[in-house]
């Protein structure tokens, strides 16, 4: 019984563990998500109409909002003319 216990105490911990992680991610990217337009204005040669039209294609792509967060300035604006077929 003990054993039985036991292993069902890991296998909750792992899935908590596991639940923990899921929430961080989601909160960090929903913190990014919340930053995308202030960002977005700091991109050099960047104009206000792409500011305004960026947000949309990215913010329902959580793999977008990451991709943009981790590239250099110096990539950020060629990356949404593209994402924007300019």
Do not use: C
């Amino acid at each position: 019984m003990a054993s039985t216990i036991r292993s069902f105490v890991e296998v909750t911990k792992t899935h908590l563990e596991t639940m923990k992680e899921v929430l961080l991610s989601d909160q960090t990217t929903s913190e990014k998500r919340g930053k995308l337009v202030e960002e977005l204005m700091k991109v050099k040669g960047l104009g206000d109409y792409d500011v305004l039209e960026a947000p949309a294609a990215i913010i329902g792509d959580d793999s977008k909002i990451e991709l943009f967060f981790s590239l250099p300035d110096n990539l950020k604006r060629q990356w949404i003319y593209k994402l924007l077929n300019h």
